[in-house]
C-alpha cells in the first residue's frame, strides 16, 4: 500500500536518533547541573568530539580558551576537562595516589597494550615502574642506546642527504617515525626491524602496531566502538586483524630469545636490550617465563618512546625551517661538539653522551619546541575513590569512575599574548634556566638533530 510517507534511510535514521541523544543529554546536563557551583561547566558532548576529530587537539584548545575547566557528556558518565595548573598539579603531584587509569581506559586500550604501564595502577604499575626505571638507569643499557641512536641517526641523514642532493621530495614525518622505530626496537627487543631500508616484515609490524594505535584511540570518541566490536565490524575488525600481525610478530622474537637464553646461547646475541634484562629478572625459580607479561611491558615501552620522539623531531625541523637563525647556532654548536669530518658515519659517531651533553642551545631549543607543541598534549586520570573535592577549587569535583583530563602543557598556549609570542620565544631559548636532562628521549632527538646540523654546516 503506498503513503504519503516519505523513505528514510538506515543511516538518516540513526544519524537523527544519535542527534536527538546528544542534545537531549546536553540538555539534561544544564537543568541537572544548575544550582551545583561545584561542577564544571558542560561545553558538549563526546559527539562533538567525533565532529571534530581531524582537530581534535586545537577543538579542546578552543573549549579551554572559554572554560578553564569543563565537562564533555558521555552515555552513562561524564568527563571532565581541565588546563587550570593548580587542578593539574593536585592530580598529577599532590593527590597522585588518588588517580589512576581507572576501568574505562583500561577497557578502551587492554586489547593493544594489555597490562603494561599504559594501562596498569596500583601494584603493577609499580612493578612496571620499578623494573623499568632500574634497567633505564644502566650505564650499559645507556651505552648501548647511544650506539643505537647514532646509528639511525645516520642512517637517516645519509637518506635526507642523499634526496636532497637530488632534489628528491620527501615525507620528513614518516621518515622520523621510521627512525625511531627501529631505534626503540632494537633497545627494546635487540633486533633491527630496518623500517629505514624498507624492511617488508619489519614494516608489515611497525605499520600494524600504528593502525592498532590509531583504532584504540578512535575508541575514546566513539561510544558505540563496542557494539562494534561485538558485531567485529569497522574499524574494530581491523583494530582485531592488526593485534594479530602485532602479537605474532612480538611472542615470535620473546620466545627465540628466552629460548637463546635459557640454552646458554646468549653471548650470539646482544645482553643490553631491555628484553634480555626483563627475561632475566622475571624468569621464575623454576625457569617459567610469562610471555604474555613480557609482551605487554616491551610493547608498551616501543609505543611510550615511538611517537612521542618522532612527533618532537617533527616539530622541531620545522621550527628550524622558519627561524634560519637558530638553525645556524645549533649548525655550529653540533661543530664545535663533533669532530670535523665529511663523514656522515664518523660525525654521529663523534656525538657522545659528553658531547650532547655540552649542546645546551640545541636543549634548549629542544624545550622550548616541546613547550609549544607537546608530544603529549592529552592526560587522563580516573579518580577511584568515592567523592572527593579538590581544594580550593570549588568548581570541579571528581566522583568514582569520572574521567579527568588535562592539557596541562598547553595552559600557556590558550591566550592571545601567548600565541604572539611564541616565534621570539622559541629564537631566544632561557639556556641559564635549562635544567639539562640526559634520559634517553633527550639523547636521541638531540643526536638525530645533532648530526642533520652537521650536515648542513658541512654542506
Known amino acids: 500500500m503506498a503513503t504519503g510517507m516519505p523513505e528514510c534511510s538506515p543511516a538518516l535514521l540513526v544519524a537523527a536518533g544519535l542527534a536527538v541523544l546528544a542534545i537531549c543529554s546536553y540538555l539534561a546536563a544544564i537543568v541537572v547541573g544548575r544550582g551545583a557551583a561545584r561542577y564544571p561547566p558542560v561545553a558538549g558532548t563526546v559527539f562533538h568530539q567525533v565532529y571534530h576529530l581531524r582537530r581534535l587537539h586545537d577543538y579542546y584548545t578552543d573549549l579551554f580558551r572559554e572554560h578553564a575547566t569543563f565537562r564533555l557528556l558521555a552515555p552513562g558518565r561524564r568527563q571532565i576537562y581541565t588546563s587550570d595548573t593548580a587542578v593539574v598539579e593536585y592530580i598529577l603531584r599532590t593527590n597522585f595516589a588518588n588517580y589512576g587509569k581507572g576501568a574505562s581506559n583500561y577497557d578502551k586500550t587492554s586489547d593493544l597494550f594489555g597490562d603494561g604501564i599504559f594501562t596498569a595502577d596500583g601494584d603493577k604499575w609499580r612493578q612496571h615502574r620499578k623494573i623499568a626505571s632500574y634497567d633505564f638507569s644502566a650505564r650499559a643499557l645507556r651505552d648501548f642506546s647511544g650506539g643505537v641512536f647514532n646509528r639511525d641517526a645516520a642512517k637517516l641523514a645519509h637518506i635526507v642527504s642523499g634526496n636532497a642532493a637530488a632534489k628528491q621530495p620527501m615525507d620528513f614525518q614518516d621518515l622520523l617515525m621510521k627512525a625511531t622505530m627501529d631505534s626503540i626496537f632494537t ?8 623500517t629505514l631500508s624498507g624492511s617488508e616484515e619489519g614494516s608489515r609490524f611497525a605499520a600494524a602496531l600504528d593502525d592498532a594505535s590509531e583504532f584504540t584511540l578512535l575508541r575514546f570518541v566513539n561510544a558505540f566502538w563496542k557494539v562494534s566490536r561485538f558485531l567485529n565490524v569497522g574499524a574494530e ?5 592488526r593485534i594479530e600481525v602485532v602479537d605474532e610478530f612480538m611472542y615470535k622474537r620473546i620466545r627465540a630469545r628466552a629460548e637463546e637464553i635459557s640454552d ?8 643490553d636490550d631491555l628484553l634480555s634484562r626483563f627475561i632475566q629478572a622475571t ?4 625457569g617459567e617465563v610469562d610471555y604474555k607479561h613480557l609482551r605487554d611491558m616491551i610493547l608498551n615501552i616501543v609505543m611510550a618512546g615511538k611517537d612521542p620522539t618522532a612527533g618532537a623531531l617533527a616539530w622541531f625541523l620545522y621550527m628550524m625551517c622558519k627561524h634560519p637563525e637558530v638553525q645556524e647556532k645549533i649548525s655550529e654548536e653540533a661543530a ?5 669530518t665529511s663523514s656522515i658515519d664518523d660525525f654521529s659517531r ?11 642551545y640545541l636543549h634548549a ?6 613547550r609549544l607543541y607537546p608530544s603529549l598534549p592529552l592526560l587522563t586520570e580516573t579518580s577511584p575513590t568515592q567523592r572527593k573535592t579538590i581544594d580550593n577549587v570549588p568548581q570541579v569535583d571528581t566522583r568514582k569512575g569520572k574521567a579527568v583530563s588535562d592539557l596541562s602543557h598547553q595552559c600557556k598556549q590558550l591566550s592571545q599574548d601567548a600565541k ?5 620565544s622559541w629564537t631566544k631559548p632561557r639556556v641559564g634556566r635549562v635544567k639539562l636532562n640526559p634520559d634517553g628521549s633527550y639523547l636521541e632527538n638531540k643526536g638525530v638533530q645533532a648530526s642533520f646540523s652537521g650536515i648542513l654546516k658541512a654542506q
Open 187 to 194: 633497545i627494546a627487543v635487540g633486533v633491527d626491524l630496518d
Open 237 to 241: 575488525a581491523a583494530l582485531r586483524r
Open 264 to 271: 646458554g646461547d646468549i653471548g650470539k646475541v646482544s645482553k
Open 283 to 286: 624468569t621464575s625459580d623454576a
Open 336 to 340: 664545535d661538539a663533533g669532530e670535523a
Open 350 to 360: 663523534s656525538l657522545t653522551e659528553e658531547a650532547l651533553n655540552k649542546m645546551h
Open 365 to 370: 631549543a629542544l624545550t622550548e619546541t616541546l
Open 420 to 424: 604572539q609570542t611564541m616565534t621570539s
